[in-house]
T-cell receptor
């Protein structure tokens, strides 16, 4: 069974640009969550999708958005990039939306210059 | 804000020794999970313990949960070089869907 796939693995963007990250969950998993990981802040929850609906959202500005498609694949978008958006963005999939094990992708390392 | 706080922040031990790390949290939970992360890569799930469980084992891992103290511990026995990683605890807050993470314990196993 294939794991969680995140693309691209690495990105370098310029301040003010926008970026779209992609996540393909494990087959059969309908829940996808996104996290931002930085050395200073640890893992911060961005949002969670289940059956194409956003079920929960973390405390991030509106520049961060996401969506989930009917095949459970998910994308997150960051507009008007800032230097502070440089981070490892992790996607996790799980069978259900709570109380279950989360399977993580390798992440997308975004560098904003 | 973080729900879980791991302790210690960093731990360095000799190969073969046991490693213990702790996690404290603030609110009632449904379950607590431990994850491992190697060198800035994705996280790997280690073990999930439910709020009505007190202890759980998986191979060389032993997790305890004390809901009265709002704390959990992860014990790795007979450590190996491959155990070098950061270890995170994650909890739900009992009512919400999201996992809330601690800052992690960085474990270094010296050969």
């Amino acid at each position: 069974k294939a794991g969680v796939t995140q693309t691209p693995r690495y990105l370098i963007k310029t301040r003010g640009q926008q970026v779209t990250l992609s996540c393909s969950p494990i087959s059969g998993h309908r829940s996808v969550s996104w996290y931002q990981q930085t050395p200073g802040q640890g893992l911060q929850f961005l949002f969670e999708y289940f059956s194409e609906t956003q079920r929960n959202k973390g405390n991030f500005p509106g520049r961060f958005s996401g969506r989930q498609f009917s095949n459970s694949r998910s994308e997150m978008n960051v507009s008007t990039l800032e230097l502070g958006d440089s981070a490892l963005y992790l996607c996790a999939s799980s069978l259900a939306i709570r109380n279950t094990e989360a399977f993580f992708g390798q992440g997308t390392r975004l560098t904003v210059v | 804000s973080q729900q879980g706080e791991e302790d210690p922040q960093a731990l360095s031990i000799q190969e073969g020794e046991n490693a213990t790390m702790n996690c404290s949290y603030k609110t009632s939970i449904n379950n607590l999970q431990w994850y491992r992360q190697n060198s800035g890569r994705g996280l790997v799930h280690l073990i999930l313990i439910r709020s009505n469980e007190r202890e759980k084992h998986s191979g060389r891992l032993r997790v305890t949960l004390d809901t009265s103290k709002k704390s959990s511990s992860l014990l790795i026995t007979a450590s190996r070089a491959a155990d070098t990683a950061s270890y995170f605890c994650a909890t739900d807050d009992g009512s919400n869907y999201q996992l809330i993470w601690g800052a992690g314990t960085k474990l270094i196993i010296k050969p």
